[in-house]
């Protein structure tokens, strides 16, 4: 099984702040990476897919990259809106997605 | 307009069953893998299974395998999830999500999920 560590659990940060997730898999991903944003109540949004294409609608604020098995979400430049829970998501095989357990990031 | 509208959630005892439910409609349902992704309260996500577009090939997480089964009504754009041998460890909000093949079959679209409480 691929095991997908997220880092942090839990980010303060402050409007205007340019802040970054970190994602880790346990073994080669192909680059086959996914971030989504999930609010209190409310289904995940997808935000990233591919490592690093941004999906129509999707503010460039957001960008995704990496390679190998460290990925990263990076926000650059925080709005209000954007407080919220992240998760990565590897698809590297049909036969096992998995998700990281996500990354909250709240108002400082 | 994409939807995805789950239904068949509620209460049961364990070891008890449940069919979910997703009818898709704004997209051409057979041109896409389907999954299954749930989460538990106040937990992270966890995807649960996959079906390929014509119920060839399916996939799950081994929590739930020999006791879940996907399928999928092509005729009818509905997918479906039965759960058997239920646990309060299943209990969950249940998502059906469509994967989109020109991302590599990420879930690009979700529904707003069913909720399926295990408990006696």
């Known amino acids: ?108 | 307009e994409v939807q995805l509208v789950e239904s068949g959630g509620g209460l049961v005892q364990p070891g008890g069953s449940l069919r979910l439910s997703c009818g898709a409609s704004g997209f051409t349902f057979t041109d896409y893998w389907m999954s299954w992704i749930r989460q538990a309260p106040g937990k992270g996500l966890e995807w649960v299974a996959n079906i390929k577009q014509d119920g060839s090939e399916k996939y799950y997480v081994d929590s739930v395998k020999g006791r879940f089964t996907i399928s999928r009504d092509n005729a009818e754009n509905s997918l479906y999830l039965q759960m058997n041998s239920l646990s309060p460890g299943d209990t969950a909000m249940y998502y059906c999500a469509r994967d989109r093949p020109d991302y590599g079959d990420t879930s690009d679209y979700w529904g707003q999920g069913a909720l399926v409480t295990v408990s006696s």
């Open chain 1, 1 to 108: 099984d691929i095991q997908m560590t997220q880092s942090p659990s839990t980010l303060s940060a402050s409007v205007g702040d340019r802040v970054t997730i970190t994602c880790r898999a346990s073994q080669s991903i192909s680059g086959w990476l996914a971030w989504y944003q999930q609010k209190p109540g409310k289904a995940p949004k997808l935000l990233i897919y591919k490592t690093s294409s941004l999906e129509s609608g999707v503010p460039s604020r957001f960008s995704g990259s990496g390679s190998g098995t460290e990925f990263t979400l990076t926000i650059s430049c925080l709005q209000p809106d954007d407080f919220a829970t992240y998760y990565c998501q590897q698809y590297s095989s049909y036969s096992e997605y998995s998700f990281g357990r996500g990354t909250k990031l709240e108002i400082k």
